[in-house]
């Protein structure tokens, strides 16, 4: 089992930068991607930005590319936000997907069916 918790999220104006940080906790060792997810009210979930913990290769969603930059230290994920867009306003989630020998694939596609652990989310706001 892992445990996540978010933390970082706020309101910034349009061009600013954020960062969100994701505490993990528990079998940390259960999991090797993690990733960032955000989801607008009337939207579908989308994948932002995964990390594979034991190999460092990062994916990133078209939209936030150049833009936000997904990294790891110890037990924390972060993900740097630059260049804001008020599309960018979601509720931020972190995910780890189960270690399995499909788990590249929860990677490389950002799916959020494949992430199995969530933390309960932290809202960020970007006004015009």
């Known amino acids: 089992q892992v445990q996540l918790v978010e933390s970082g999220g706020g309101s910034v104006q349009s061009g600013g930068s954020l960062r969100l940080s994701c505490a993990a906790s528990?079998?940390?060792?259960?999991?090797?991607?993690m990733g960032w997810f955000r989801q607008a009210p009337g939207k579908e979930r989308e994948g932002v930005a995964t990390?594979?913990?034991?190999?460092?290769s990062t994916f990133y969603a078209d939209s936030v590319k150049g833009r936000f930059t997904i990294s790891q230290d110890k037990n924390t994920v972060y993900l740097q936000m630059s260049s804001l867009k008020p599309e960018d306003t979601a509720m931020y989630y972190c995910a780890a997907a189960s270690r399995s020998p499909w788990s590249t694939v929860a990677c490389t596609r950002r799916d959020p069916q494949k992430f199995g652990y969530w933390g309960q989310g932290t809202q960020v706001t970007v006004s015009s």
């Open positions: 990390i594979g913990t034991d190999s460092g």
């Open positions: 528990g079998y940390i060792y259960s999991s090797n991607c």
